[in-house]
């Protein structure tokens, strides 16, 4: 069984154009959405996915044998061919899927809810090795990505979290990934890549399965009990973390102080806070299912 892990390495803070490279590629996606929008009738036609994403090219990328008829080139001028690719991949997406829901809808004979094709896109480019995206030297916190400066497409180098690397280095050192996906999350921005290994899930028959059974309790964050097919219980472990949730509790409190004196306006942060607090309780039960599980051989959870 193959499965894919991906991790997001933070981009340090520096003076690189990463903001206007994610604003001229999700324009363009936006730019062939509302062409691929207008002409749909005529790729739909097309049945093969591939012959269809070529016609989709052709109509708007100019060459020696071929005079595209919508002027894409002129509005985003040198931009590299595969991530003109990647976003003509998105933009055919968004359409046929539009398209596939508008005539759902239309079958269902309802007044609301109508779908609508949304222009303005949330896009993330990907940087394709070697033509967008190299690796720097071994050893350091660093690459090189093809950025747009507001005039022409350069290689610029960006140092990347020295802890995130460390961690790819310590984890999936010799291990292939896949091309670096550009996140935002929170005002940061970071680089994720994906690798995807082989994994061979356990062929123990079905009677002879150790199983974890995990309930999600109230005074405590997990109980985890491991168990025989035939309900033999073999062992138990309740699993609390008394101090993450105490200090989730505190902040709900001071919120809830501030919003009686001064109302509900300003404390989007806080709440934000809570929410990142809770993602990390939440990791950590998981992690600690998981390893508890692990120490006990279990064949499912």
């Given amino acids: 069984m193959k499965i894919t892990s991906s991790y997001g390495v933070e981009l340090r803070k520096q003076n690189i154009p990463i903001r206007q490279t994610l604003d001229v590629y999700r324009s363009a996606v936006s730019y062939l959405t509302e062409i691929y929008a207008q002409v749909w009738e005529e790729l739909e036609r097309i049945p093969e996915t591939k012959k269809r994403f070529n016609e989709a090219e052709h109509l708007i990328h100019t060459t020696k044998k071929n005079q595209a008829r919508f002027s894409f080139d002129l509005h985003f001028p040198k931009m590299p061919s595969y991530l003109r690719r990647a976003a003509i991949q998105h933009a055919l997406g ?28 949330h896009a993330m480019p990907v940087f394709y090795r070697d033509v967008m995206y190299r690796e720097d030297e071994a050893g350091k916190d660093a690459a090189y990505l093809k950025l747009y400066d507001g005039h022409d497409w350069k290689w610029f180098r960006v140092w990347l979290s020295h802890t995130d690397m460390e961690y790819l280095r310590k984890n999936w050192a010799g291990k292939k990934a896949s091309a670096p996906t550009l996140e935002k999350r929170r005002r940061k921005y970071f680089l994720r890549f994906s690798y995807t290994e082989d994994v061979i899930l356990t062929k123990t028959p079905i009677k002879e399965q150790i199983i974890c059974s995990v309930d999600l309790g109230i005074n405590t964050d997990a109980v985890c009990t491991i168990m025989r097919s035939d309900g033999t219980v073999l062992g138990r472990k309740f699993i609390n973390f008394p101090s993450e949730k105490d200090r989730m509790y505190r902040v709900l409190g001071r919120i809830k102080r501030f919003q009686r004196e001064h109302g509900s306006a300003q404390v989007k942060s806080r709440w934000a806070y809570v929410k990142r607090l809770n993602i990390e309780l939440d990791r950590k039960i998981a992690g600690a299912v998981t390893k508890y599980a692990k120490e006990n051989h279990a064949d499912i959870i």
């Avoid at 968004?94 to 109508?114: A, D, F, M, N």
Wanted: no cysteine.
């Fill in 94 to 121: 968004s359409v046929s899927s539009y398209k596939t829901r508008l005539g759902l809808w239309k079958k269902t004979s309802q007044i609301e809810g109508k779908p609508r094709l949304v222009y303005e896109s």
